[in-house]
């Protein structure tokens, strides 16, 4: 079992105030603390191990180079993928999507042929597919949650038609929780020729991930959420997909040869890995992925259900409080608006007084928010560190925030 205050002891911010109250960190959904050994490594490496990485051949290069390329192992254990070789390294879920989307799905997508979407996406599982709509004509097909916010599996399979060419799924919301079934969708999408693409950003932090067991084609996960530095981040691309696809960006490690007739590319995955890379951001990737390891991604899971189970309660209490999502087994996070509130920014401002920090506005996730009939919500997201007393803090400036508004 998890020891939370061993965990909170990891993370030097926890021990500050804001506005003069003990800091409340609920906003992990947008960007999780970092824990002091991550810190750590990122200094000794800016401090003592800097160099760039695979064109030197000084003890610097050889040594940055060496953690830098050991983080492509780690990521592939902490996604329990056996081929390290289909993980490329990016700066996060954004940059990945952006890769399938220019570097796979534009040379294949022509007139009519659709991509399927759950109305729940992050943004960064949307615009790129709205790039393929106005450059290829391609036809978005989305998928609507049921009453509870919940996404039914059989849905997003029924939507896959003959011109369909990629599912572009969430696995788990940034705005509700909901987990999905991606697993069905995958073996269904496979049996119709269809590639499926994963946002893992919410997922990967919360429970165990095995992307060889999902049978997905791509699967993006981002740094900064699991508890690593921003400017991080991987996507796992099967190998069938990764000889499909062109490069996205050109320069630096992803060629062979340049010559001024020809260029010979690098073998993947170094030929999506255009650039002098984040090395730094992404050692510190790696020893976020470690400690997450560590502790065990069931005994996080575990913590996190009953910090939700809690939450649940006792925001359940509120009669005057609106929480969307009550998704089964859903993840700690609750969007939730207030009777009498003006606006979302008004609750998260009132409660940040208290010291507790919580996201407000549309999550990058308009389309849900219209699917909702809501401008905005509050979001509290909880993560590793969270704690029951957390939650009780919550409803507390809750309830001073309603009185307020009363």
């Not at 893992?200 to 699991?226: E, R, W």
């Not at 997201?381 to 957390?390: L, M, P």
Request: charged share 20%.
């Amino acid at each position: 079992m998890l020891d939370v205050n061993e965990v909170r002891a990891d993370f030097p911010i926890l021990k500050r105030e804001v506005n003069g109250k003990p800091l409340v960190y609920l906003d992990n959904g947008a960007s999780a603390q970092k824990p002091q050994v991550v810190i750590d490594a990122m200094n000794t490496a800016y401090s003592h191990e800097y160099a760039n990485v695979h064109r030197g051949l000084h003890y610097l290069s050889n040594l940055a180079t060496e953690k830098y390329e050991g983080v492509r192992g780690i990521i592939a254990r902490f996604l329990n993928v056996a081929d390290e070789s289909q993980i490329i390294l990016n700066s996060g879920t954004t940059e990945g999507i952006n890769m399938v989307a220019y570097g796979w799905a534009m040379p294949r997508f022509e007139p009519g042929d659709e991509v399927v979407l759950s109305v729940m996406e992050h943004h960064a599982n949307i615009v790129p597919w709205h790039f393929l709509r106005e450059r290829q004509g391609a036809v978005l097909k989305w998928v609507d949650t049921d009453m509870n916010g919940a996404l039914d599996a059989q849905k997003v399979i029924d939507a896959i038609g003959p011109k369909t060419k990629l599912v572009a799924i969430s696995h788990l919301s940034n705005v509700l929780g909901t987990k999905v079934d991606v697993k069905a969708i995958c073996a269904a999408a496979r049996a119709k020729g269809v590639a499926v693409l994963v946002d893992g950003s919410q997922a990967a932090v919360h429970m165990p991930v095995n992307v060889d067991d999902l049978g997905c084609d791509f699967y993006a996960i981002t740094g900064h959420k699991l508890y690593g530095p921003s400017g991080s981040g991987a996507i796992y691309v099967r190998r069938e997909r990764m000889e499909e696809m062109r490069p996205f960006m050109g320069g630096g490690d992803m060629i062979r040869e340049v010559t001024k007739e020809n260029v010979v590319y690098n073998d993947a995955p170094m030929k999506f890995e255009a650039g002098t890379p984040g090395i730094v951001q992404t050692i510190g990737l790696g020893v976020a992925l470690n400690y997450m390891m560590d502790l065990g991604m069931e005994n996080i899971a575990a913590h996190e259900n009953r910090i939700r189970d809690y939450a649940d309660q006792r925001l359940a209490g509120l009669n005057w409080l609106q929480v969307q999502g009550h998704a089964p087994d859903k993840a700690a996070i609750f969007s939730f608006t207030m009777d009498g509130a003006g606006h979302a920014h008004d609750i998260s401002t009132i409660l940040d007084k208290k010291g507790v920090a919580v996201r407000a506005g549309q999550h990058c996730a308009a389309p849900l928010m219209d699917h909702l009939g809501l401008a905005a919500t509050c979001r509290a997201s909880f993560g590793v560190y969270n704690t029951e007393a957390e939650v009780d803090a919550l409803i507390d400036a809750l309830e001073l925030c309603h009185d307020l508004f009363a």
